[in-house]
């Protein structure tokens, strides 16, 4: 099991960049995909980008490709969201995710942490 805790969420105007992170427990985070997702007022939880274990491998949703950078550092137990170039729609809750399952963390992962807002100001 692992226990996933965000942080550096806050308010931007729009054109600024944010940096969050995700710092999990336990010392098995290296064998765990990651994910970040975010929900918006009213709205579903979607997908923002997916890492497998190593970092190899990234998926982004299309809406923050070319925007936002996933990482994740293995001995440090966290990974990363760089934002970029934000937008007002960028706004929302988002969330850290883990699954030992790469296919698994892109939709439905097990492990969730309680979540760190974000407000982009136009």
């Known amino acids: 099991q692992v226990q996933l805790v965000e942080s550096g969420g806050g308010l931007v105007q729009a054109g600024g960049s944010l940096r969050l992170s995700c710092a999990a427990s336990?010392?098995?985070?290296?064998?765990?995909?990651m994910g970040w997702f975010r929900q918006a007022p009213g709205k579903e939880r979607d997908f923002v980008a997916a890492i497998s274990t190593n970092g190899g491998r990234t998926d982004y949703a299309d809406s923050v490709k070319g925007r936002f950078t996933i990482s994740r550092d293995n001995r440090k137990n966290t990974m990363y969201l760089q934002m970029n170039i934000l937008k007002p729609e960028d706004t929302a809750v988002y969330y850290c995710?883990?699954?030992?399952?790469?296919?698994?963390?892109?939709?439905?992962?097990?492990?969730w942490g309680q979540g760190t807002q974000v407000t982009v100001s136009s």
């Open positions: 336990g010392r098995t985070f290296s064998s765990y995909a």
């Open positions: 995710a883990a699954d030992r399952l790469y296919n698994k963390v892109l939709n439905t992962p097990n492990y």
